[in-house]
């Protein structure tokens, strides 16, 4: 690979990663073909994009984003690197690894790291934190339902029992004059 055509791919890493405020980089080496093209597949089904690189140039593409990525250099930039993309959902990658090792019944491919809004997380063991995490949506539809619980509640009560605690409230009114 020559010099020009490293500079365009590290441009081009530089752009997702700015794209897309969730990566995960995985070690997949040791998976068959037939694994390795199942991994992509369902990658491809859920939306997630995933793409080798060497790690020196993951690193450069890191090296140029405003966020501090060297302690991914000592861990997780070793080895063989994949990295899966996801700009909606930062678990869906999280899920996504622990389907496929549930199908294909083997523990690979492995989390060797994760970027997820800036907050890092490095080795395997935070596999199942990350895959627990709430989307954007989820979120919003949560906060949606708590404000809108205690209307509700106030609402339902006004109308609940045939007026009850209107009743209540116009005979403690009464009994005030």
Partial sequence: MTREEKAVVIEDLVQKFSDNSHFYITDASGMSVADTNALRRLCFEKGVEYRVFKNTLIQKALERMDTDYTPFDDAVLKGFSGIMFSAENANAPA???????????????????????????????????????????ELI?????????????????????????????????????
């Fill in 141 to 177: 539809g949560e906060i949606i339902g708590l404000l809108q619980s205690p209307a509700k509640n106030v609402i339902s009560g006004l109308q609940g029992a045939g007026g009850k605690l209107a009743g209540i409230l116009k005979t403690l009114s009464e009994r005030e004059n």
């Fill in 95 to 137: 899920k996504l690894i622990k389907e496929f090792r549930k199908k294909s019944g083997n523990e690979s491919p492995v989390l060797k790291g994760a970027s997820i809004d800036t907050d890092l997380f490095i080795g395997d063991e935070n596999l199942n934190t990350l895959s627990e995490l709430k989307s954007k949506a």
